[in-house]
Protein backbone atom coordinates (compact mmCIF):
# COMPACT_ATOMS: atom_id res chain seq x y z
CA UNK A 1 0.00 0.00 0.00
CA UNK A 2 2.76 2.73 0.83
CA UNK A 3 4.52 1.76 -2.71
CA UNK A 4 1.21 2.50 -4.33
CA UNK A 5 0.87 5.82 -2.41
CA UNK A 6 4.19 6.93 -3.44
CA UNK A 7 3.62 6.36 -7.11
CA UNK A 8 0.06 8.19 -6.59
CA UNK A 9 2.29 11.14 -5.02
CA UNK A 10 5.20 11.08 -7.39
CA UNK A 11 3.02 11.01 -10.30
CA UNK A 12 0.74 14.02 -9.07
CA UNK A 13 4.00 15.60 -8.64
CA UNK A 14 5.36 15.44 -11.77
CA UNK A 15 2.31 15.92 -13.63
CA UNK A 16 1.86 19.30 -11.87
CA UNK A 17 5.76 19.80 -12.88
CA UNK A 18 4.86 19.27 -16.54
CA UNK A 19 1.02 21.07 -16.67
CA UNK A 20 2.93 24.19 -14.92
CA UNK A 21 6.18 23.89 -16.99
CA UNK A 22 3.80 23.99 -20.01
CA UNK A 23 1.97 27.11 -19.50
CA UNK A 24 4.90 29.20 -18.63
CA UNK A 25 7.84 27.59 -20.39
CA UNK A 26 6.18 29.73 -23.98
CA UNK A 27 6.99 33.20 -22.05
CA UNK A 28 9.52 34.98 -20.59
CA UNK A 29 8.05 36.84 -17.44
CA UNK A 30 9.34 40.05 -16.59
CA UNK A 31 10.31 41.28 -12.98
CA UNK A 32 9.32 44.57 -12.48
CA UNK A 33 5.38 45.24 -13.70
CA UNK A 34 6.03 48.68 -13.88
CA UNK A 35 8.09 48.07 -17.57
CA UNK A 36 6.50 48.49 -20.73
CA UNK A 37 6.08 44.72 -21.73
CA UNK A 38 5.23 42.34 -18.59
CA UNK A 39 5.51 39.20 -20.73
CA UNK A 40 7.05 38.88 -24.01
CA UNK A 41 6.07 35.20 -25.91
CA UNK A 42 9.18 33.21 -26.57
CA UNK A 43 9.78 32.57 -30.34
CA UNK A 44 8.38 28.94 -31.39
CA UNK A 45 8.23 28.41 -34.49
CA UNK A 46 5.63 25.01 -34.21
CA UNK A 47 3.29 26.67 -31.96
CA UNK A 48 3.04 29.74 -34.80
CA UNK A 49 2.64 26.98 -37.60
CA UNK A 50 0.00 25.69 -35.65
CA UNK A 51 -2.53 28.83 -35.17
CA UNK A 52 -5.09 28.64 -37.72
CA UNK A 53 -4.85 31.43 -40.48
CA UNK A 54 -7.72 34.23 -39.25
CA UNK A 55 -10.76 34.43 -41.95
CA UNK A 56 -11.79 37.61 -43.67
CA UNK A 57 -14.55 39.53 -42.06
CA UNK A 58 -17.25 41.22 -44.07
CA UNK A 59 -18.50 44.53 -43.09
CA UNK A 60 -21.04 46.33 -44.40
CA UNK A 61 -19.92 44.34 -47.90
CA UNK A 62 -16.65 45.43 -47.64
CA UNK A 63 -13.90 42.87 -47.00
CA UNK A 64 -12.03 43.54 -44.40
CA UNK A 65 -9.36 41.37 -44.11
CA UNK A 66 -7.95 38.68 -41.12
CA UNK A 67 -7.44 41.03 -37.88
CA UNK A 68 -3.88 42.78 -37.79
CA UNK A 69 -3.37 41.32 -34.51
CA UNK A 70 -4.37 38.83 -32.52
CA UNK A 71 -3.50 37.29 -29.07
CA UNK A 72 -0.07 36.35 -28.69
CA UNK A 73 -1.12 34.20 -25.45
CA UNK A 74 -2.29 30.42 -25.20
CA UNK A 75 -5.79 29.36 -24.83
CA UNK A 76 -7.09 29.04 -21.27
CA UNK A 77 -5.10 31.17 -18.56
CA UNK A 78 -1.35 32.75 -18.15
CA UNK A 79 -0.16 34.14 -14.65
CA UNK A 80 1.88 37.14 -14.88
CA UNK A 81 3.34 38.42 -11.89
CA UNK A 82 2.09 39.92 -8.48
CA UNK A 83 -1.48 37.99 -9.22
CA UNK A 84 -2.36 39.16 -12.50
CA UNK A 85 -3.81 36.54 -14.62
CA UNK A 86 -4.89 36.82 -18.47
CA UNK A 87 -7.89 34.61 -19.47
CA UNK A 88 -7.80 33.95 -23.61
CA UNK A 89 -10.92 32.31 -25.08
CA UNK A 90 -10.45 32.72 -28.67
CA UNK A 91 -9.92 35.78 -29.74
CA UNK A 92 -11.47 37.86 -26.43
CA UNK A 93 -8.85 38.61 -23.86
CA UNK A 94 -9.56 39.41 -20.33
CA UNK A 95 -6.79 40.33 -18.19
CA UNK A 96 -8.13 40.03 -14.13
CA UNK A 97 -6.39 42.36 -11.86
CA UNK A 98 -7.80 43.06 -8.43
CA UNK A 99 -4.28 43.20 -6.00
CA UNK A 100 -3.98 45.90 -3.52
CA UNK A 101 -1.54 47.61 -6.19
CA UNK A 102 -2.58 47.33 -9.71
CA UNK A 103 -6.80 47.84 -9.23
CA UNK A 104 -7.89 51.09 -9.30
CA UNK A 105 -10.87 53.75 -9.91
CA UNK A 106 -8.48 56.87 -11.25
CA UNK A 107 -8.31 56.55 -15.49
CA UNK A 108 -4.82 57.65 -14.88
CA UNK A 109 -3.58 54.30 -12.91
CA UNK A 110 -6.42 52.56 -15.43
CA UNK A 111 -4.44 53.57 -18.61
CA UNK A 112 -0.96 53.27 -16.85
CA UNK A 113 -1.64 49.31 -16.37
CA UNK A 114 -3.48 49.34 -20.27
CA UNK A 115 -0.16 50.60 -21.62
CA UNK A 116 1.84 48.10 -19.55
CA UNK A 117 -0.58 45.01 -19.97
CA UNK A 118 -1.55 45.31 -23.85
CA UNK A 119 1.76 44.55 -25.35
CA UNK A 120 1.81 41.49 -23.07
CA UNK A 121 -1.50 40.59 -24.77
CA UNK A 122 -0.76 41.20 -28.24
CA UNK A 123 2.96 41.53 -28.79
CA UNK A 124 5.35 44.51 -29.85
CA UNK A 125 3.02 45.63 -32.15
CA UNK A 126 0.24 46.72 -29.66
CA UNK A 127 3.09 48.86 -27.83
CA UNK A 128 4.16 50.77 -31.03
CA UNK A 129 0.82 51.28 -31.85
CA UNK A 130 0.13 52.49 -27.70
CA UNK A 131 2.92 55.22 -27.90
CA UNK A 132 1.84 56.94 -30.92
CA UNK A 133 -1.39 57.63 -28.68
CA UNK A 134 -1.07 60.72 -25.95
CA UNK A 135 -1.42 60.17 -22.64
CA UNK A 136 -4.53 60.39 -21.49
CA UNK A 137 -6.54 59.40 -24.71
CA UNK A 138 -7.63 56.68 -23.31
CA UNK A 139 -8.50 57.69 -20.19
CA UNK A 140 -10.64 60.44 -21.63
CA UNK A 141 -13.27 58.34 -23.85
CA UNK A 142 -15.51 58.43 -21.00
CA UNK A 143 -16.05 57.97 -16.86
CA UNK A 144 -14.28 55.52 -15.86
CA UNK A 145 -16.58 54.01 -13.45
CA UNK A 146 -19.80 54.33 -14.71
CA UNK A 147 -19.68 54.97 -18.69
CA UNK A 148 -16.61 52.79 -19.52
CA UNK A 149 -17.86 49.48 -18.56
CA UNK A 150 -21.03 49.66 -20.89
CA UNK A 151 -19.59 51.53 -24.00
CA UNK A 152 -16.33 50.49 -23.88
CA UNK A 153 -12.58 51.86 -24.83
CA UNK A 154 -12.01 52.24 -28.70
CA UNK A 155 -8.32 52.66 -29.88
CA UNK A 156 -7.85 52.81 -33.43
CA UNK A 157 -5.77 49.44 -34.84
CA UNK A 158 -5.71 50.01 -38.81
CA UNK A 159 -8.31 50.86 -40.67
CA UNK A 160 -11.05 48.79 -40.60
CA UNK A 161 -10.21 47.45 -37.83
CA UNK A 162 -10.01 48.90 -33.43
CA UNK A 163 -9.31 47.14 -30.19
CA UNK A 164 -12.33 47.30 -27.95
CA UNK A 165 -11.83 46.95 -24.55
CA UNK A 166 -14.37 47.00 -21.31
CA UNK A 167 -13.30 47.57 -17.75
CA UNK A 168 -14.89 45.45 -14.99
CA UNK A 169 -15.65 46.37 -11.39
CA UNK A 170 -16.40 45.31 -8.54
CA UNK A 171 -17.93 47.21 -5.28
CA UNK A 172 -15.00 48.38 -3.06
CA UNK A 173 -15.25 50.03 0.16
CA UNK A 174 -14.87 53.60 -0.72
CA UNK A 175 -16.83 52.77 -4.03
CA UNK A 176 -16.59 50.96 -7.57
CA UNK A 177 -12.94 49.54 -8.35
CA UNK A 178 -12.05 48.78 -11.78
CA UNK A 179 -10.48 44.69 -10.93
CA UNK A 180 -9.82 43.44 -14.92
CA UNK A 181 -10.61 44.55 -18.66
CA UNK A 182 -12.16 42.28 -21.66
CA UNK A 183 -10.09 43.60 -24.78
CA UNK A 184 -10.40 41.98 -28.55
CA UNK A 185 -9.87 43.02 -31.85
CA UNK A 186 -13.09 44.07 -33.89
CA UNK A 187 -14.35 45.03 -37.51
CA UNK A 188 -14.55 48.99 -36.87
CA UNK A 189 -18.57 50.39 -37.15
CA UNK A 190 -17.62 53.89 -36.74
CA UNK A 191 -17.64 54.66 -40.26
Known amino acids: MGAVGATFLVVGVLGA ?26 SNAKSAAAKPAPAAVTQQGNVVGPPPLSPQLPTG ?6 GIIATRQGDVVTVAF ?5 RTRRPEKFEHFLRASLPAV ?8 LSKLPEGSIASQGDLLTELPTRGVRIPVRAGWTLELFPETRPGQDGPLVIRYRASIVPDTTH
Open 17 to 42: TVIRGKGISHYKVIESFSSKSVVRPV
Open 77 to 82: ETPFQD
Open 98 to 102: DTPMT
Open 122 to 129: YGPSMDTL
